[in-house]
C-alpha cells in the first residue's frame, strides 16, 4: 500500500510538473535559409489596381523563385487607425481571397495572419527598446501620417516600423519586396539587425530589398498622388473587382492634359505617363514598345485602349475572387495552417534571442 501511494504522488508530482514545464516536444531549431522572402500587406479587403501592379504580381514571380517565401495580412499594423471589429474580421478574409486569386500558392508560399503568431509581438519589444524616438519621428511616413491626422497620430503609428523590422527579422529573411515608399523602413530594418548583431553577437542577416519593377501607380485623377483606396475621389482608383463598365469611366475621365499625342514624359506629362506606365505593366510590354505601338492615336482613345487591357487583364482574378469569397470555411483553413507553419519558423528565434537578451 505504501509503495502504491508513493507511486501516485510521484506521478501526481510529474503532471504538475509538466504542467509548469510546457510540452516536452518543440520546434526543431531553424537552420538559417539561405534565401527567405518575407513581406506583409495590410487587410483593407480587396485590393486596388495599385496593390496589384506595384506588390502582388511580383509576390506572385518570387514565390516561383525562392525556395522559403512568406507572406503575412498583417492585421497588427492595421490598427494604428481606428478600424470596425466586424470590418476587419472580413477585411482579413478579402485580403486573404484577393491574394489567392491573384496567384498566391499557399504550396509554394506560407501565407499567414501576423496577429496569430505571438512571436511578432515578442520580438517587437525587445526591438522598441533598442531604437531611440527621434529616430522614428524624422521618418517621412510619420511626419504626413501624423500631419494627415492633425499632429493625433496615435503611439502606434509612431512604433510601427519597428513591428515591422520584428515582422521581417523574426523569420531571418534575406529579401523583403518594397515600394519605393517604404525603403526608409528597410533602412530602419537594416539597422536594427546590425545594432542587435553588434551587442548580442552576429545573429540576423541583414535583409535586402527588392524593389519592385512596377513604379507607384498613381491617381488617375491626381497624377502627382499614389493611387490608393481612402481617396476620397472615387474615380481615382481602380478596384480589381470593379466592373468592365466602371474601368472604362474612370479611364475616361483620367487626368491627361492637353497634348494629343502619347509620349512619356513622367515629370512634364504625369497623367500620360501614368497610363503608360500602367499599359506596360499589365501587358508585358516596356513602355517604349506600348509608346511605339501607339503613334497615331490621340490621347482619348488612348485611355480606352488601356481600360480594355486592364478589363483583360483582372477579368481571371475578378472570376476566382468571386469564388474564393463564397468559401469562408477554407480561407480560414489556409489561414490557419500558414499560421502554424509561420510559428514553427518564428518559435525558435525567438526563443534564441530571449536567450541572448537574457530571459532565458
Known amino acids: 500500500m505504501a509503495l502504491r501511494s508513493m507511486r501516485k504522488a510521484r506521478g501526481c508530482w510529474s503532471f504538475i510538473r509538466a504542467l509548469h514545464e510546457g510540452p516536452k516536444t518543440v520546434p526543431a531549431p531553424q537552420k538559417d535559409a539561405v534565401h527567405r522572402v518575407f513581406s506583409g500587406i495590410q487587410p483593407t479587403g480587396v485590393p486596388h489596381l495599385g496593390n496589384y501592379l506595384g506588390a502582388i504580381e511580383s509576390w506572385v514571380r518570387l514565390q516561383d523563385q525562392h525556395d522559403s517565401v512568406l507572406y503575412s495580412i498583417v492585421d497588427l499594423h492595421s ?22 486569386a491573384c496567384g498566391i500558392n499557399p504550396e509554394k508560399s506560407i501565407l499567414f495572419q501576423q496577429s496569430q503568431v505571438s512571436e511578432h509581438t515578442q520580438l517587437n519589444w525587445i526591438l522598441t527598446c533598442m531604437i531611440k524616438i527621434p529616430r522614428l519621428q524624422h521618418l517621412h511616413q510619420w511626419k504626413v501620417k501624423t500631419a ?91 478596384s480589381i473587382t470593379d466592373s468592365p463598365e466602371e474601368i472604362v469611366k474612370k479611364f475616361r475621365k483620367a487626368v491627361t492634359d492637353f497634348t494629343s499625342e502619347v509620349t512619356y514624359d513622367p515629370v512634364g506629362r504625369p497623367g500620360v505617363s501614368n497610363m503608360l506606365a500602367i499599359h506596360a505593366a499589365v ?7 506600348v509608346v511605339r505601338r501607339s503613334v497615331g492615336i490621340d490621347t482619348a482613345h488612348y ?27 477554407y480561407l480560414e483553413k489556409v489561414l490557419q495552417a500558414g499560421s502554424a507553419k509561420a510559428k514553427e ?16
Not at 494604428?80 to 484577393?98: E, F, H, K, R, Y
Not at 519558423?345 to 532565458?360: N, R, T
Open 148 to 238: 494627415q491626422q492633425k499632429q493625433e497620430g496615435t503611439a502606434g503609428l509612431l512604433m510601427y516600423p519597428v513591428l515591422q523590422a520584428a515582422d521581417i527579422l523574426l523569420y531571418k529573411s534575406t529579401y523583403v519586396p518594397v515600394g519605393e515608399d517604404q525603403v526608409q523602413h528597410m533602412e530602419l530594418v537594416q539597422d536594427l539587425a546590425r545594432g542587435f548583431n553588434k551587442k548580442y553577437g552576429e545573429f540576423f542577416p541583414v535583409p535586402t530589398s527588392i524593389l519592385t519593377p512596377m513604379k507607384k501607380v498613381k491617381s488617375l485623377r491626381d497624377p502627382s498622388a499614389k493611387m490608393s483606396k481612402s481617396d476620397p475621389n472615387k474615380m481615382a482608383t481602380i
Open 79 to 100: 490598427i494604428t487607425v481606428p478600424q470596425d471589429p466586424a470590418a476587419l474580421q472580413q477585411s482579413i478574409l478579402d485580403m486573404t481571397a484577393a491574394l489567392l
Open 283 to 289: 501587358t508585358g510590354l516596356t513602355v517604349e514598345e
Open 303 to 329: 485611355k480606352l485602349l488601356v481600360a480594355e487591357a486592364v478589363i483583360e487583364k483582372l477579368a481571371p482574378i475578378k472570376r476566382e475572387l468571386e469564388k474564393l469569397k463564397q468559401n469562408k470555411d
Open 345 to 360: 519558423l518564428a518559435y525558435p528565434v525567438c526563443q534564441e534571442v530571449k536567450k541572448l537578451v537574457g530571459f532565458l
